[in-house]
């Protein structure tokens, strides 16, 4: 992961730490950050996030 893709992961975390049950909709300076060439990884992540409560759009 890059270190944006860290730092960014770590700021979710702290957030959903904070509040578990905050719905999470990610900017999008966010959604630069997680976006590459692979859109596969792409959807997973998509999925994993409305999992937990972090939207994509």
């Known amino acids: 992961m890059k270190p944006q893709q860290i730092n960014l992961m770590n700021k979710l975390f702290d957030i959903k730490i904070k509040n578990p049950?905050?719905?999470?909709?990610l900017t999008k300076e966010d959604r630069a950050i997680l976006d590459n060439?692979?859109?596969?990884g792409v959807l997973e992540s998509k999925e994993?996030?409305?999992?937990?409560?972090?939207r994509w759009y």
């Open 21 to 25: 049950n905050k719905l999470i909709t």
């Open 37 to 40: 060439n692979d859109q596969e």
């Open 48 to 54: 994993s996030f409305q999992e937990i409560g972090i």
